[in-house]
């Protein structure tokens, strides 16, 4: 299969274009870099043509353009997606979106055994950070795993965050993952991110390159994973980076901070106040929601639920039914914008925590097949599945969907079925 695919990389304060050529199994990346923030809007487009006329190439030859969408500088990031979305308009083929952590993670020599800790610098003392697992296939075409999707967190808290978060992470066989440390920011501030000595860093991977934005752009394009042009966008994870004139007249001195990591919030009784928030939350994650009245129902049966806020906006909730012998979780759900920040894990473990407290065995609940990563998340929290619901759920078209079955007994080693 030919591509002719071309690769952008703002996000830091290189200027990064490589032309990814791929045709009779064989596959070749021409590079341009150049090093300066300031340049990066009027050094971009000429070195792209560079590379195409070294290649004997006209840009209608192109099949699609890939762009390291960050996080990272917000002017960077603006040049590379407005250079490859007005690129994609004008010849009229997409573009394929990646994240500059994984562009990183992409770069080093790793193995599905390692956690990959991308920490970049955020400036401020503060971190963009973001975990990645190689997948089991090897070369070229390896699949990836988002342990922990970017996140912006202080310098100070990436170790201890790390550390907390490892025991989570696991391989297939269930051990532990080894962390392996990528990225500026370890350097940029040693004294605040000072890891153990047995874990590794990495010190030439420091900020994405355009070559490894063109490679994963390539695996994404064999996916199937490209976007209309009008559909690229940057990823900030940053929201703001000064206080307004009324926040300052407040007495909000210097600037926004990230918020911590660490600082679980406490989930609180779900109450009738709570359901318009609640069934919007479920409307939008679930393809079937649960409607006003199936939580009123919930709540009128004396069903334990609880709701979980972030700076007083609802991040999640989880509705819970106790048996004589088992809790039965009867759903849970986390805003999609907050995934993969722990908060599930926070629901899930007061959700044993409650049945513990009621003496009972474990706890049970179902999940769609389909749903692989609610399943790899209830098997990293120790689940098991124990039976399977024909016909369980509704499908599309009218159809139906199984439900595995999975839980966790609180008895036995684990959490393996006694």
């Known amino acids: 299969m030919e591509l002719n695919l071309l690769a952008l990389e703002t996000s830091s304060s290189r200027c990064g274009v490589a032309l990814l050529r791929a045709a009779d199994g064989c596959l070749e990346i021409t590079v341009r870099e150049h090093e300066g923030s300031q340049e990066h809007a009027e050094r971009l487009l000429p070195m792209a043509d560079e590379l195409l006329a070294e290649a004997g190439l006209s840009p209608s030859g192109l099949h699609a353009v890939a762009f390291g969408q960050g996080p990272g500088g917000f002017t960077g990031l603006r040049v590379a997606c407005g250079v490859a979305q007005g690129m994609a308009l004008g010849l009229g083929i997409p573009v394929l979106p990646i994240v500059s952590h994984q562009a990183v993670a992409a770069q080093l020599e790793s193995t599905p055994g390692q956690a990959i800790v991308v920490a970049l610098d955020a ?42 978060h490892l025991t989570a992470w696991s391989n297939k066989a269930g051990q532990p993952l080894e962390p392996l440390l990528a990225g ?18 990495v010190a030439d991977a420091q900020r994405p390159q355009a070559a490894s934005v063109a490679r994963l752009g390539r695996q994404g394009w064999l996916r199937g994973e490209t976007l209309a042009p009008e559909l690229a966008a940057p990823l900030y994870v940053r929201d703001k980076v000064a206080f ?73 909730f989880c509705v819970l039914m106790f048996a004589p012998d088992v809790a039965h979780l009867l759903v849970i759900a986390v805003a999609r914008d907050l995934h993969r920040q722990g908060l599930g894990g926070v629901l899930l473990d007061w959700c044993e925590r409650q049945a513990r407290e009621r003496g009972l065995e474990g706890l049970l609940l ?40 999975m839980q966790k007994r609180f008895d036995a080693p684990g959490g393996a079925p006694a």
């Open 244 to 316: 307004t004139t009324a926040e300052r007249l407040r007495g909000e001195g210097g600037n926004p901070k990230a918020q911590p990591s660490l600082a679980a919030p406490a989930p609180q009784p779900m109450t009738e106040a709570d359901l318009t928030e609640v069934v919007a939350l479920e409307a939008h994650v679930q393809s079937f929601p649960w409607t006003r009245g199936n939580f009123t129902d919930a709540l009128s049966a004396g069903y334990g639920a609880w709701t979980l806020r972030r700076e007083g906006r609802l991040a999640g």
């Open 123 to 164: 400036r401020m003392n503060e971190v963009y950070l973001a975990v990645y697992r190689r997948g089991d296939s090897s070369g070229q075409e390896s699949s990836w795993e988002t342990l922990q999707a970017p996140l912006l967190i202080s310098a100070a808290e990436v170790v201890p965050w790390t550390a907390h």
């Open 184 to 201: 500026d920011a370890w350097e940029a501030y040693p004294a605040d991110m000072l890891p153990p000595a047995e874990w590794r860093r």
């Open 366 to 405: 179902e999940v769609r097949p389909s749903n692989t990563s609610a399943i790899g998340f209830y098997k990293r929290h120790g689940y098991l599945q124990i039976g399977l619901r024909r016909a369980y759920y509704p499908a599309e078209k009218g159809g139906r969907e199984d439900a595995l079955v």
